[in-house]
């Protein structure tokens, strides 16, 4: 059974960073490309960045260049989403899917909650 | 501002068809495939729909796919009270090189 965990979210002040996680199971993670896409409270779905199997190509929003860095570590099965320099606008419950052809996300994560506020 | 236009909401009484457009442009839908999700409030989005019609396994065949040109549509028949959640479309931009939504439609079973 294809599971993604997400964990790392939480309240931080803007300015601040957070690091997500996203754990694999029950697919073979490194054959795949990974996405994180959020959703802001009563808003709907963000994409917010891609990355091919091997790290080599990656894709952002432009309203996160620069300040957010999509990684993976496929021996441990785990997706990463650096954050930095985070903006009230930030604020969403992040997904971790994973990518099938054709930018399709068929497996979701259950999310993980950021609140950027003072 | 959603780079892929839907409806907010659409309405029907049960055992009706409903159907949810998704309007794009030649850097999005008019090249690229569509698929569609639905999302019931406080859970993540599940794929109902993917390259344009195809259902994954799991999903009814009440649930249809279809393209035109710069456009989708998402169809609903035989509606159920358990149908009532929010759908979106979703595709790639080759413009922007990124990932697009639509904003989302909210479907009520009257």
């Known amino acids: 059974e294809v599971q993604l965990v997400e964990s790392g979210g939480g309240l931080v002040q803007p300015g601040g960073s957070l690091r997500l996680s996203c754990a694999a199971s029950?697919?073979?993670?490194?054959?795949?490309?990974m996405s994180w896409v959020r959703q802001a409270p009563g808003k709907g779905l963000e994409w917010v960045a891609n990355?091919?199997?091997?790290?080599?190509?990656?894709y952002y929003v432009d309203s996160v260049k620069g300040r957010f860095t999509i990684s993976r570590d496929n021996a441990k099965n785990s997706l990463y989403l650096q954050m930095n320099s985070l903006r009230a606008e930030d604020t969403a419950v992040y997904y971790c899917?994973?990518?099938?052809?054709?930018?399709?996300?068929?497996?979701w994560g259950q999310g993980t909650v950021v609140t950027v506020s003072s | 501002q959603s780079v892929l236009t839907q409806p907010p909401s659409v309405s029907a009484a049960p055992g009706q068809k409903v159907t949810i457009s998704c309007s794009g442009s030649?850097?999005?839908?008019?090249?690229?495939?569509v698929s569609w999700y639905q999302q019931f409030p406080g859970t993540a989005p599940k794929l109902l729909i993917y390259?344009?019609?195809k259902r994954p396994s799991g999903i009814p065949d009440r649930f249809s796919g279809s393209k035109s040109g710069t456009s989708a549509t998402l169809g609903i028949t035989g509606l159920q009270t358990g149908d009532e959640a929010d759908y979106y479309c979703?595709?790639?931009?080759?413009?922007?090189?990124?990932?697009?939504f639509g904003g989302g439609t909210k479907v009520t079973v009257l």
């Open positions: 899917a994973r990518l099938v052809q054709r930018q399709t996300y068929d497996y």
């Open positions: 029950g697919f073979t993670f490194s054959a795949y490309w």
């Open positions: 990355i091919k199997q091997d790290g080599s190509r990656i």
């Open positions: 030649s850097s999005n839908i008019g090249n690229n495939y």
């Open positions: 390259d344009n019609d």
């Open positions: 979703g595709t790639w931009d080759s413009s922007l090189s990124g990932g697009v």
